[in-house]
Nanobody, 124 residues
Framework: QVQLVESGGGSVQAGGALRLSCAFS?????MGWFRQAPGKEREGVAT???????KYAESVQGRFTISKDNTKNTLYLQMDSLKLEDTAMYYC?????????????????????WGQGTQVTVSS
């Protein structure tokens, strides 16, 4: 059974930073983060496969960093230089395909596992 539990969300001023965590169970080949802002479609933010292939959405490239600590079974998303438009519910996702499949342009529904989400609010 896939178990993903996000934490670390909160409120921060624009320009600030937050680090999200996702505790997971089981070996996953592809993991990542999606987000959904009010009134918008869910979009991929970043993905990382088990071989170290990492991809970012253009909107967060250079500001967000995805990483994984297999000893702690935890996926992270370090978010720096936060902008108002980063306000969203952030979801951890897990899939079982690596390589080119593991990409934030994938649909959220393509991932067989996801968490309940953690809210990030950026204010001016």
């Amino acid at each position: 059974q896939v178990q993903l539990v996000e934490s670390g969300g909160g409120s921060v001023q624009a320009g600030g930073a937050l680090r999200l965590s996702c505790a997971f169970s089981g070996p996953f080949v592809c993991m990542g983060w999606f987000r959904q802002a009010p009134g918008k479609e869910r979009e991929g933010v970043a993905t990382a496969d088990r071989y170290g292939l990492i991809k970012y959405a253009e909107s967060v490239q250079g500001r967000f960093t995805i990483s994984k600590d297999n000893t702690k079974n935890t996926l992270y998303l370090q978010m720096d230089s936060l902008k108002l438009e980063d306000t969203a519910m952030y979801y951890c996702v897990a899939g079982d395909v690596s390589g080119s499949w593991c990409h934030p342009t994938r649909r959220f529904a393509d991932f067989p596992g996801w968490g309940q989400g953690t809210q990030v609010t950026v204010s001016s």
